[in-house]
């Protein structure tokens, strides 16, 4: 569970935030539920409520420029998670999402339980995407493991960082590192586990975090 127990809402549609708000107060009763309808009352709220864990965010809200807010939000609050919730599908925007940070991307055409299920997923510390099971390496755990194991100490930091849904910049601001360096990184994690992105990357070490994890309970 994350630090605070805030979620911000910053979505232009007032049935769907009220609809949302209810649905997570309703299953999270411990969690406080806020409200943003465009960018400018986003950032009004974050100002005054400075310890909200997470952000759910569409992408379209007014004053927002496609992936900036998102950036911007990953940038100015490192501390607060980002979940998109969009009313597009489309991979590559997902893939996008989580490659500049966002924790989880959520479609509107999610149903109440998966949506629910993916809050708890996120909310445990886990990325989730609607393409997250099609996407799974399913390689045998020993296959995976050998893969994860192959990174050094250094690139298994980054790879944590980058589920953690930190950007380069900050991953080398916090490593004392260049950018260009952890670009670096980056493409030598990719290689060594077989994948072409981030998003890619990241399912791999959850999913073996998760087939350890249940292997640890047999």
């Known amino acids: 569970m994350f630090q605070s127990e805030k979620i911000i809402i910053a979505d232009d549609h007032p049935l769907f935030r009220q609809a949302l708000t209810l649905m997570i107060s309703a299953h999270f009763s411990d969690i406080d539920v806020l409200e943003a309808e465009d960018v ?14 997470l952000l759910l965010l569409d992408l379209n809200i007014p004053g927002a420029q496609g992936f900036n807010t998102l950036i911007t939000m990953r940038e100015r ?30 479609p509107k055409s999610t149903d109440v339980p998966q949506m629910l299920a993916a809050l708890e997923i996120i909310l445990a510390g886990g990325l989730w995407t609607p393409n997250l099971e099609e996407n799974k390496n399913n390689l045998p755990i020993s296959e995976i493991g050998k893969k994860i194991a192959s990174l050094t100490n250094q690139q298994n930091r980054i790879l944590k960082m980058f589920s953690d ?13 260049s950018e260009a360096t952890v670009k670096s990184h980056a493409s ?12 890619q990357a990241v399912i ?3 999913q073996n975090n998760h087939q350890s994890f249940s292997a640890s309970l047999e």
């Open 77 to 106: 609050y490192p501390q607060m998670a980002v979940v998109v919730v969009s009313g597009y599908e489309e991979k590559d925007i997902i893939t996008k999402a989580i490659d500049h940070g966002a924790v989880g991307f959520i």
């Open 188 to 199: 030598s994690i990719f290689l060594k586990l077989g994948v072409k992105s981030r998003t």
């Open 40 to 53: 400018h009352d986003l950032e009004r709220s974050l100002a005054e409520h400075q310890d909200v864990g």
């Open 204 to 206: 791999m070490l959850n």
């Open 165 to 177: 849904g930190l950007l380069n910049k900050q991953i080398a601001s916090q490593l004392s590192l």
